[in-house]
Nanobody
Framework: QLRLVESGGGLVQAGGSLRLSCVASGYSLDVYSLGWFRQAPGKEREGVASISYHGLDTWYGDSVKGRFTIERDNAKNMVYLQMNDLQPADTGVYYC??????????????????WGQGTQVTVSS
C-alpha cells in the first residue's frame, strides 16, 4: 500500500513562505499524479495544486495561482508545495494525495485514493 507523509507545516506571518514536503513509501511515485489539498476549520477540503505523473502538467486553485508551486522529484519519491506570500486565508491542514496510476492531475479530491495524515499551516496576520 502506498503511504504518504507530509512535513514542513508551521506558523508563519502573512507574506511569509513555507515549503511542504510529502514523501511516499510502499510504491514508486512515478506512475501517480499527485495533489495537494487543504482544509480550513469549518470548511470543506479544497484542491490547491496537482501535478501529473510525468511532471509535465500542473494545475492550481484560483486562490493560490501565482503564489504556490507544486514540484515532484520521482527519484526521491517526493512531492513539494512551495508557498509564497502566505495569507491568513491559507491557514488549514494540508494533505498530499495520489491518484490511480497514470491518471491525469486534478483538483477533485474524489479522484484520489491515497492520502497523507496532513500538516498544519497557520498564517498569522
Amino acid at each position: 500500500q502506498l503511504r504518504l507523509v507530509e512535513s514542513g507545516g508551521g506558523l508563519v506571518q502573512a507574506g511569509g513562505s513555507l515549503r511542504l514536503s510529502c514523501v511516499a513509501s510502499g510504491y514508486s511515485l512515478d506512475v501517480y499524479s499527485l495533489g495537494w489539498f487543504r482544509q480550513a476549520p469549518g470548511k470543506e477540503r479544497e484542491g490547491v495544486a496537482s501535478i501529473s505523473y510525468h511532471g509535465l502538467d500542473t494545475w492550481y486553485g484560483d486562490s493560490v495561482k501565482g503564489r504556490f508551486t507544486i514540484e515532484r522529484d520521482n527519484a526521491k519519491n517526493m512531492v513539494y508545495l512551495q508557498m509564497n506570500d502566505l495569507q491568513p486565508a491559507d491557514t488549514g491542514v494540508y494533505y498530499c494525495a495520489s491518484k490511480p496510476a497514470y491518471g491525469l492531475g486534478s483538483l477533485n479530491e474524489y479522484e484520489y485514493h491515497y492520502w497523507g495524515q496532513g500538516t498544519q499551516v497557520t498564517v498569522s496576520s
